[in-house]
């Protein structure tokens, strides 16, 4: 026998050992590793969204079928490192495909990843295909028929910076769809990752206690349907009838198709099913897609679902329960500035019907867990989709309920600081000393006291000084008050979470002490930086508004309702700038937040302004800053739309336009999300088309590190007022904002 031959005879025999990958969902690496080994995958090799191991073909066909985690099981046939196209293109035609499968089957590529010299996946799907059909034509075949819907194999490739792993797929469509979802649910958990978070809150270990399982926001029912296959021991796969390893050479259909008919038969396991499983939802779509998708799981003897939402919940009594639910964070559903009452309404729920029990919060919005009012001992980090999310594990008993760390009125004494809280209090001394002469000059201003200047405490503390007033501005009080808006900046991973509580706790005593102001007076908050899920988000929504004044110019804020106040005090010198440029002149004001910059112009003199922002809320807040400065002309327009999209449907000149974006925006309501390191060249080249022949377009932002790009300064006349735009209280080595002015070219 030759050695050609003996390869033949290794590659169908059964306990031949084969290299595989097996993909998931990136953050479950460490999850599926350990499911693999329970499936008798030996020595698993934990990457990136995979895990690599080496076994024989029952083993493979095993984890296909009872794998709840995988997205995709890949026979592998090259791992290796890659440096150049050629190399690439080198390592794939030397494979020896036509051993797996014969020209006349139809292919398809699913080319994963881009590097330095792989910029497009269509490129490196190409390069593929080509090294494939230069295999057949060597072997005396025919070129390969692509097929991308409904392929008799499929090629996978993942490409990491310098790392290629090219293998065939077992199993065609994502091991994820198991096959019960019916269309149209809205933002779904996808399956695998709805069971990897039941595994890391160990629901089969409260199935063995005869616990249940609760989801009170049940959406399209995924959670619920996974804890029963689960509970009953049924395999995921038991729906599925189309499987791309029985097309290869080497398929063993005497060893595959009874592994595949234990795996349907497991559904059998549903007769010794005695697990409790509720699911609610306060939305009848959400409850009838449920059913829907439960029907199609065989499962609707077992679940239950109803119609019901989390304030005013009812559960049955159950000694031991396990509740997940997946709310909505901001990103897919809904807005997160509507969603913090949501939180605090299931917190509430969890303390007057889960006592005793074991809950988990799956969230992209890790700060809105604080809504709930109790604290998780433990969390985990995963992704569902691009978005990074949080697994908040919690016990619901007293113990976990968050307390106030202050008292929550009165002054605190000098002599109740610790020594820490003192080392603050002297630089908000010394920080008094140096404005003293700026503050006498503007004595009612608006100012920032500390930004975090001292390592230990990584707070901004701003003082806000103004008088009560209803919603629409009406006074409530004439008494003028100062208020303390303290934002504790999220402590990294290597601060303990009790220390940075204390640490907030210390800065909250010294600003009553320095200040002699109450404590009820002092708002404090958490100001995570954004991850593309974080936009702006409601938190006390009896937080009193207030009057301010800055410029002449009278403004309503509140220190609580939001993470923002209303008024951006660092931009006061851009607002006076504004107002100067706008004089005579028509005025646009892009990303508008509550118009304060277009307040400034109106009262300044421009003769007409547009304001434009997505928000409702800022819109009817723009519109409470009018009234308070009387701007009721029809000259001046408020709009609620997507900036973006209005720039490019509009046909307007303005002579002074300001754009002041956020760092960072990927509301629901966008037709895309901004970056605006990335996007900011492409939002200055919309507006100059819209900025009159001499007139200024002013571009802010508050990224940190932020870098003009170059094309902007070679097509435009730019001028940096970085500096010139920050008062004394801002006058920091780190600019709090960026600005210039451009202008087009003479």
Avoid at 292 to 309: E, K, Q, R
Avoid at 315 to 339: A, F, H, S
Avoid at 516 to 522: K, P
Avoid at 644 to 654: D, I, P, R, S, Y
């Amino acid at each position: 026998m030759n050695r050609a031959e003996k390869k033949e005879t290794d590659l169908n025999d059964p306990h031949t050992e084969h290299r595989f990958m097996v993909t998931c969902p990136k953050g479950l690496e460490n999850v599926l590793a350990k499911e693999l080994v329970l499936l008798g995958a030996p020595s698993v090799q934990e990457s990136i969204a995979a895990c690599y191991f080496s076994s024989n073909m029952q083993t493979a066909y095993g984890i296909c079928l009872w794998s709840r985690l995988a997205n995709r099981v890949i026979l592998l046939l090259l791992r290796d490192r890659v440096e150049t196209t050629e190399q690439l293109h080198d390592l794939s035609a030397a494979l020896p495909y036509s051993r797996w499968f014969d020209a006349g089957k139809t292919v398809a590529i699913n080319f994963n990843g881009t590097n330095a010299f792989i910029r497009d996946t269509r490129f490196g799907s190409q390069l593929i295909k080509d090294t494939l059909n230069e295999h057949f034509a060597q072997v005396g075949q025919s070129r390969l028929n692509v097929e991308l819907n409904a392929p008799d194999v499929s090629i996978y490739v993942r490409l990491f910076k310098s790392r290629v792993s090219i293998g065939i797929d077992l199993v065609g469509e994502s091991l994820h769809r198991r096959g019960y979802r019916q269309p149209g649910a809205s933002a779904p958990l996808k399956e695998n990752l709805a069971a990897a978070l039941l595994l890391l809150c160990d629901w089969p270990g409260h199935v063995a206690k005869g616990g249940a399982f609760v989801d009170p926001m049940s959406g399209s029912g995924t959670l619920l349907i996974e804890a029963a296959l689960m509970a009953a021991k049924i395999a995921p796969s038991y729906l599925r009838g189309h499987w791309l390893l029985e097309n290869l050479k080497n398929f063993d259909a005497e060893l595959w198709l009874p592994l595949r008919q234990t795996a349907r038969d497991s559904i059998e396991n549903l007769a010794t099913l005695s697990t409790r499983l509720l699911g609610y939802d306060n939305d009848p779509r959400a409850v009838a897609m449920a059913q829907g998708n439960i029907a199609a799981a065989g499962l609707d003897a077992y679940i239950d679902v109803a119609g019901a939402g989390v304030a005013s919940l009812n559960l049955p009594e159950i000694t031991d329960g396990l509740l997940v639910t997946n709310p909505p964070y901001g990103k897919r559903l809904g807005d997160v500035e509507q969603l913090d009452g949501l939180y605090a309404e299931l917190g509430g729920m969890l303390k007057r019907e889960c006592n005793g029990w074991q809950a988990a919060i799956f969230t992209g919005n890790p700060n809105l867990g604080w809504s709930t009012g109790l604290r998780s001992w433990r969390q985990h980090k995963l992704y569902n989709g691009s978005i990074e999310c949080q697994l908040q594990r919690i016990k619901v008993e007293p113990d976990s309920y968050r307390r106030p760390s202050v008292p929550q009125q009165g002054i605190v004494s000098e002599a109740s600081l610790s020594e820490q809280a003192k080392m603050l209090a002297n630089r908000l001394r010394k920080n008094q000393r140096r404005l003293k002469r700026w503050l006498a000059a503007n004595p009612n201003v608006c100012y920032r006291v500390y930004d975090a200047e001292l390592p230990e405490y990584a707070v901004a503390i701003d003082c806000y000084r103004g008088v009560k007033t209803g919603v629409w501005g009406e006074t409530i009080s004439a008494e003028s008050v100062s208020y303390f808006h303290i934002q504790e900046y999220a402590a990294p991973a290597s601060i303990d979470s009790k220390m940075a509580t204390r640490r907030l706790s210390e800065a909250v005593a010294a600003v009553s002490q320095v200040f002699n102001v109450d404590l009820q007076n002092i708002v404090q908050k958490r100001r995570a930086k954004q991850k593309g899920t974080q936009q702006y988000q409601k938190l006390n929504e009896s937080a009193p508004d207030f009057l301010v004044e800055e410029g002449g110019h009278r403004f309503k804020v509140n220190l609580g309702r939001y993470l923002d106040t209303g008024l951006f005090l660092d931009h006061r010198r851009v607002r006076a700038l504004v107002a100067d440029s706008a004089r005579g002149g028509r005025f646009l004001n892009l990303f508008a937040y509550t118009s304060s910059a277009t307040v400034y112009a109106a009262r300044g003199g421009a003769r007409s302004s547009v304001s434009v922002d997505m928000s409702r809320t800022y819109i009817e807040w723009s519109g409470a800053n009018f009234k308070l400065n009387a701007i009721e002309s029809p000259q001046h327009q408020l709009i609620q739309a997507d900036c973006l999209e209005w720039l490019k449907g509009n046909e307007q000149f303005f002579d002074c336009i300001l754009l002041d974006p956020p760092s960072f925006s990927n509301s629901s309501r966008m037709s895309s999300t901004l970056d605006i390191q990335r996007d900011h060249e492409m939002l200055i080249t919309l507006c100059m088309p819209r900025l009159a022949e001499h007139g200024d377009l002013y571009f802010s932002n508050n990224k940190r590190g932020f870098k003009l790009a170059p094309a902007v300064a070679e097509r435009y006349s730019v001028e940096d007022l970085t500096h010139a735009t920050h008062d004394p209280d801002f006058n920091r080595p780190r600019p709090v904002h960026y600005c210039w002015r451009i202008k087009h070219r003479e």
